[in-house]
């Protein structure tokens, strides 16, 4: 009965149309679910679930630049399932892209732990919020060419403890563009003495 008055109330709406919609499949509507071009499991280090395009690009812009923070808790459960129907579940520690203290502070929120933690919490290995940061405060990345990117966040990463030593570590952040982030952090990460890591991000560009 709880369920049911909060959602008259506060009627569930699409992640990425908006539109109110009571079928949903990892928050988005049917019509916005078809639409979005799902990647297939990767050989290399670097995976994505989908296309950085139509819902999905709406639904992390919001996520992001709207605080439509409840966005989270359905992308992170995609991730999380498929996950584990691509059978990687063989990490020892959960770890986000970091954001610059200040950007983070600015925005309120970093919008790929919220995804880490999500995801830790359903498939069960531990999420850690602060094992690797950025060194300095970085240019956005946005309006960058590849080359710009690559400069931009080069060396920008580092470990701030030994709790990535030896262990395999999976990367998760929101979206892959040129892949310079990503690959910078694993980089640290490997620098840091990881074992073995991997990255994983909701959409490609």
């Known amino acids: 009965m709880l369920h049911h008055i909060t959602t008259v109330i506060f ?3 699409c992640s990425g149309c908006q539109k109110i919609s009571r079928s949903f499949q990892y928050g988005f509507c049917p019509d916005c679910w078809n639409r979005i071009i799902l990647l297939k499991r990767p ?7 989908a296309r950085f395009e139509g819902p999905v690009r709406n639904a992390i812009h919001s996520l992001k630049y709207q605080r ?4 989270s808790v359905s992308l992170s ?12 579940r063989d990490f020892d520690m959960i770890v986000p892209v970091p954001l ?11 919008q790929s732990w919220f995804i880490a933690a999500e995801v830790s919490a359903i498939i069960g290995i531990p999420a850690r919020h602060g094992a690797i940061g950025r060194k300095r405060n970085t240019l956005a990345q946005t309006r960058l060419t590849q080359s710009q990117r690559q400069k931009n966040v080069k060396g920008a990463f580092r470990a701030r403890d030994l709790s990535v030593s030896g ?15 990503v690959k910078e ?13 991997m990255a994983i991000t909701i959409a490609k560009a």
């Open 11 to 13: 009627p569930e709406r």
């Open 43 to 49: 050989e290399g280090t670097i995976a994505s679930l």
């Open 68 to 71: 439509a923070k409840w966005i």
């Open 77 to 88: 459960q995609w991730m999380a399932e498929t996950l584990i129907q691509w059978n990687y």
């Open 100 to 110: 610059h203290w200040n950007k983070e502070f600015s925005r309120g929120f970093n």
């Open 167 to 181: 262990k395999k570590i999976l990367l998760v952040d929101d979206v892959l563009t040129t892949g310079s982030t």
């Open 185 to 197: 952090t694993l980089r640290a990460l490997r620098e840091a003495g990881a074992k073995r890591s």
